[in-house]
């Protein structure tokens, strides 16, 4: 088992390098690429083809739901994990639709996001 390569989508920059300094100092994963929306998302799929996306939903240009869809459908190797404050029934049913492997809120704990990463990533 290589190395798991994660690109994280969001558009607060102190979560997106909160998140990435939490993946580093975990063995085996890491960050290739980041973006501060939707739009920038697909980009950085096309060009850094991670394995794993970590995706907020809510974001300007293009939100994250309409940006797993295109990731999905463009690249169906990528796996998406929707990392999002919005738990509700409407957001946990339009991520899925979209594509996405789960729904995490972004307050879970890190040993439940590396653990998500990996089950989404070999259970797929």
């Known amino acids: 088992m290589g190395t798991i390569r994660i690109g994280i989508v969001d558009d607060h920059a102190v979560f997106r390098k909160t998140l990435r300094s939490t993946i580093l100092l975990q063995p085996g994963i890491k960050v290739v690429a980041e973006?501060?929306?939707?739009?920038?998302?697909?980009?950085?799929?096309?060009?850094?083809?991670?394995?794993?996306?970590?995706?907020?939903?809510?974001?300007?240009?293009?939100?994250?739901?309409e940006a797993t869809r295109i990731i999905r459908s463009k690249f169906p190797d990528t796996k998406v994990i929707v990392l999002t404050m919005h738990t509700d029934e409407l957001h946990f049913k339009s991520a899925y639709q979209a594509g996405a492997c789960i729904l995490l809120p972004k307050d879970c704990s890190k040993n439940e996001l590396f653990k998500t990463i990996k089950d989404c990533l070999y259970d797929s």
Do not use: Q
Request: hydrophobic fraction near 45%.
């Open 35 to 65: 973006a501060e929306d939707g739009s920038e998302a697909v980009t950085m799929v096309e060009k850094h083809r991670p394995e794993i996306v970590l995706m907020d939903i809510s974001m300007p240009v293009l939100d994250g739901i």
